[in-house]
């Protein structure tokens, strides 16, 4: 049998010392199972990342892009109507509004409650 | 596959009110799926008007076959006359008082002949009160054979291959209550694909005392239901038993962990001290001291990754507390959760590994036994736990990934709570679990090369989870694996854009999750 003419290099390429204790080479084990995951990581992440590129090269090559501008259009057509319907909604709770605060029963109240309020300190600030 | 396949309708007949009975054949008949029969199997009704009706109804339409049992068989007897009748490739079950939504079977139809393998499919369902208001809608998962297991939620609508149908032995008596549940196990063991459209397609109908309404209201249909999962478990090879579940209508199934396994606990640290519940403590210490207050398997080793600032009289205690089961191990960079638990993974010893964060605390016996039993199957990949805040919220009952982003299901939930159809009181599958409290083999760990270290803090789960995914494996949630996680309630994470990005990267964006409705 014949002694390895270089102990600090094998075919795999990992220097391995030949004083290093257990416990040594038990951490370099180690390392090199923590080597090994991120390799494998990275293999993974790598074919996903692919895999991605590829669905997304794919989808956008089936794309109808005049279908697209037109669904546009009718997205803008519907907000605009939405925001029209919102305005509508606005101006009629602003003239319902208008209507209680003109009414007498109103007035009344608030003339009931103003004193009140000015004692409790409730409603200051208010519009 | 025929270009237009024959569904036959299979629909046990029991003392129908004429109306309701009525009403249900309306709903067959409404179809636009041309391609049906409808086979009504009266079980011997002493109602002479159910009699009436059903001759009436027979003469509506020349697809329409009234079965007459010379006895009263039963609901599986019945069935099965149904079934042997059948003409068509593909049964539907539609109860005598129930209705399929309109286009239902053209739904199906179109699933069948885009995928020629399916030989189950089920939809979602929800319910209908006497006044015909519909309520309660089932979002239901796609395949998950675990839930399934643990709860009968398929239901309605059901769509099986009717030779499988036949040739798995048709509805059983023995499991009369629960024969529907029996039947499809023995039909998803042997189906190529299952195949779950994610629409309402069936309303199943209320009336007082029907199973719709609760299924407490027929004890004996759960029981009937432990058999038949107890039957499955023994049929598929499983080590496991059944049992009724913590509510009506759901079940447990119970794993034993092989005391042989050695199972390795990973604890990232910085051996912080702080409040909970009122009183100081080194979390650290604490979350080891919970673990094997709750565990009985011994063959067990804590792997305590550190940093350098740890406070050298917590690894002391720690070291008191699980003496030769414990491993410490230094780490010192800058803050990296991911790399922490590889290098505690690289110097682990253990057939399992479990990650768990030092700021939990475990409440729950038989931890490691539960946790872990489960990725005996080979099918799972990863399991994960109910966590909840200091509260008593719920501050983990699962991942879910969608256009939303990615997020925990049932986050702030209260502690009671049983979840969408009692989804947070069995165990499900899921798209992803928290890495705070999760399990996975060895093998898989080393061979998705465990945390991505690219992703130091936040979202290196959502990426673990995904790579366990991509292996074809599922990931389970275990309701009744519980801990608190001392995570700052009120906390806003600090998450970055390049994070999502990150994952995103790899992964795609998420649309919907496929296993949470809710």
């Known amino acids: 049998m014949t002694e390895p003419a270089d102990h600090d290099a094998n075919v795999l390429g990992i220097r391995v010392d030949p004083d290093a204790s257990i416990d040594e080479l038990r951490e370099r084990c180690a390392e090199l199972i923590h080597e090994q995951l991120r390799l494998r990581d990275q293999i993974s992440g790598l074919t996903a990342e692919r895999d991605e590129l590829a669905r997304r090269m794919e989808a956008a090559a089936d794309v109808d892009h005049w279908s697209l501008i037109t669904r546009i259009d009718e997205l803008e057509v519907r907000l605009r109507q939405a925001n029209h319907l919102l305005a509508d909604e606005k101006a009629q709770r602003n003239r319902e509004r208008d209507e209680v605060k003109a009414s007498n029963s109103w007035r009344i109240g608030n003339a009931i409650v103003r004193p009140v309020s000015a004692i409790t300190g409730r409603g200051r600030g208010r519009a | 596959m025929s270009a237009s396949p024959l569904f036959s309708v299979v629909t046990p007949v029991y003392n129908t009110p004429p109306a309701v009975l009525r009403e249900t054949v309306d709903s067959v008949l409404v179809q636009g799926w041309a391609g049906w029969e409808l086979l009504l199997v009266d079980d011997r009704s002493p109602s002479a008007e159910t009699a009436a009706a059903l001759e009436e109804i027979e003469a509506l339409d020349p697809r329409i076959r009234v079965l007459r049992r010379e006895t009263n068989g039963g609901i599986s007897a019945a069935s099965n006359d149904g079934l042997a009748a059948a003409r068509g490739e593909f049964v539907v079950l539609l109860d005598h008082d129930d209705l399929l939504v309109p286009g239902a079977l053209a739904k199906a139809a179109r699933a069948v002949l885009d995928d020629e393998t399916i030989d189950y499919l089920y939809t979602d369902e929800d319910k209908i009160d006497e006044d015909g208001y519909t309520f309660d809608v089932f979002q239901k998962p796609d395949w998950s054979p675990e839930r399934f297991r643990w709860q009968m939620y398929t239901c309605h609508m059901s769509v099986f291959r009717t030779e499988l149908g036949r040739e798995v032995g048709g509805f059983d008596s023995a499991f009369d209550g629960a024969q529907d549940h029996d039947l499809i196990l023995k039909v998803t063991e042997r189906a190529r694909t299952i195949h779950h459209i994610p629409e309402v397609l069936y309303h199943w109908r209320t009336v007082p005392g029907s199973t719709a309404t609760g299924a407490d209201a027929k004890p004996y249909a759960w029981d009937a239901g432990v058999r038949a999962v107890s039957a499955h478990l023994e049929r598929t090879g499983q080590r496991a038993t059944a049992e009724r579940g913590t509510l009506p209508g759901t079940y447990a199934v119970r794993r034993e962990l092989d005391p042989a396994l050695r199972v390795s606990v990973i604890i990232p640290t910085r051996g912080t001290a702080g409040d909970a519940f009122g009183k100081p403590r080194v979390f650290v210490v604490e979350a080891v001291r919970a673990v094997l207050d709750h565990t009985a398997h011994e063959n067990l080793e804590f792997v305590v990754v550190y940093d350098e600032t740890t406070p050298p009289a917590v690894l002391d205690e720690l070291g008191d507390l699980a003496g030769d089961k414990l491993l410490l191990v230094p780490y010192a960079k800058p803050f990296n959760f991911s790399e922490k638990c590889n290098v505690g993974f690289a110097r682990s010893t253990g057939d399992r590994i479990v990650l768990l964060n030092d700021d939990t605390e475990v409440i729950s016996d038989g931890f490691i036994e539960r946790l872990v039993a489960p990725l005996d199957d080979d099918g799972v990949g990863l399991t994960g736990a109910l966590l909840y805040f200091e509260d008593g919220t719920v501050q983990h009952g ?81 309701h009744d694996v519980r801990l608190f996680h001392f995570e700052s309630k009120t906390r806003v994470p600090t998450v970055h854009a390049w994070e999502m990005e990150f994952v995103e990267r790899r992964w795609g964006r998420p649309t919907d999750d496929v296993y949470s409705g809710r």
């Not at chain 2, 890495?435 to 803090?457: D, F, K, N, V």
């Open chain 2, 398 to 478: 699962g991942h879910r990934y969608g256009v939303a982003g990615y997020g925990h299901s049932y986050f702030g939930e209260h502690s009671e709570s049983t979840g969408h159809f009692n989804e947070l009181s069995i165990y499900r599958e899921v798209t992803g679990v928290t890495a705070a409290c999760s399990a996975i083999t060895r093998e898989l760990y080393a061979e998705i090369g465990g945390m991505w270290e690219g992703l130091p803090g936040n979202y290196n789960d959502v990426d673990y989870c995904y790579k366990v995914r991509q292996t074809g494996r599922r990931i389970l949630f275990l």
